[in-house]
């Protein structure tokens, strides 16, 4: 195979992809109600934003907050999925990574889509008050808008939704960041309210329930994402090269373009199967960050 431009990673094992066959487009989700907060945020979420640097996350917490992880390898026979063979690999870089970064770490394996469900929502109802932020990484089959257990499939704002702001309050202002393989829904926002101290008075002001949500999707809407069944999946491999090379020196946002450029050079599949062979990703990161994130240097 000739190479391409730019360095490319040999690996050893073959790639594979996240997804059970090629997949017809789904119809487009028609728009949910949304709710609205009526009461206001706890003062104590005041401290996210006052006394510090207007455009930047305060990291100003005992802890970094919880990092889960939920790696789903085996699925049941019924949905004639293949085991995700390297994934382990992933949930352990990502293990490694994160712990080095300062989370404390949650890992789930071969999750149901109702076990993971039931995971979201228990963690979204622990008390983050004395974290700066939520992680959660999401390994496994996925299609768009979805994102599989072992039994079936899952939309995956059913996953994300514990977490918005007028469900998880303790996490309201932080930054909420989700690294999946899968694609995007979306609900109507009708905003919740966070406090904000000033000199003069303290005031409240509405931000959408939504904000401070980070979605860094493996792969482009509609595209496959590639697994190495020795190495692990192309993203993950770079994701956890790029946060523990920047952190501390880099923003997030930074960061993760440096991911979109690792993945986009320097891979390139070699698979058995006729016509997967000589294929490219892109990485599709989604920001509703409302500020600058930097990972506290170790």
């Given amino acids: 195979m000739a190479e391409p431009h730019g360095t490319r990673d040999v690996q050893s094992g073959g790639d594979t992809v996240d997804a059970l066959k090629f997949f017809a487009k789904s119809p487009n989700a028609k728009p949910k109600g949304s709710s609205r907060a009526a009461e206001e945020m706890d003062s104590a979420l005041s401290s996210n934003t006052a006394g510090s ?60 889509t109702e076990q993971m469900k039931q995971l979201l929502c228990t963690v979204s109802k622990e008390d983050h008050s004395d974290s700066a932020s939520f992680a959660c ?67 409240s002001e509405r931000i959408p329930v939504e904000a401070d949500f980070l979605y860094a999707y493996s792969t482009a809407p509609g595209y496959y994402s590639w697994r190495n069944t020795q190495n692990g999946s192309w993203f993950m491999q770079s994701l956890c090269e790029m946060l523990l090379r920047f952190n501390g020196e880099l923003e997030l946002m930074q960061i993760m373009t440096r ?10 599949s070699a698979s058995n199967l006729p016509g997967y062979s000589g294929k490219k990703q892109i990485p599709c990161i989604v920001s509703m960050l409302t500020k600058d994130f930097y990972f506290p240097k170790n």
């Fill in 53 to 112: 640097d207007p455009y930047r996350y305060n990291m100003d917490y005992p802890c970094m907050g919880t990092c889960l992880i939920i790696n789903n390898k085996n699925f049941h026979r019924s949905t004639g999925m293949s085991a995700r063979n390297g994934t382990d690999v992933d949930a352990a870089d990502a293990v490694k990574t994160f712990h080095k970064l300062g989370y404390k770490i949650n890992v789930a394996n071969d999750q149901t």
């Fill in 137 to 203: 990484v999401l390994l496994s089959h996925g299609d768009e808008g979805v994102i599989y257990g072992t039994d079936g499939c899952e939309k995956l704002e059913e996953l994300t939704k514990y977490f918005k702001g007028d469900r998880c309050r303790s996490l309201v202002g932080k930054p909420k960041l989700f690294f999946i393989q899968a694609c995007r829904g979306s609900d109507l926002d009708g905003g919740s309210l966070i406090e904000a101290d000033s000199v003069d008075a303290q005031t």
């Fill in 259 to 268: 991911v979109n450029g690792k993945v986009a050079l320097s891979f390139e």
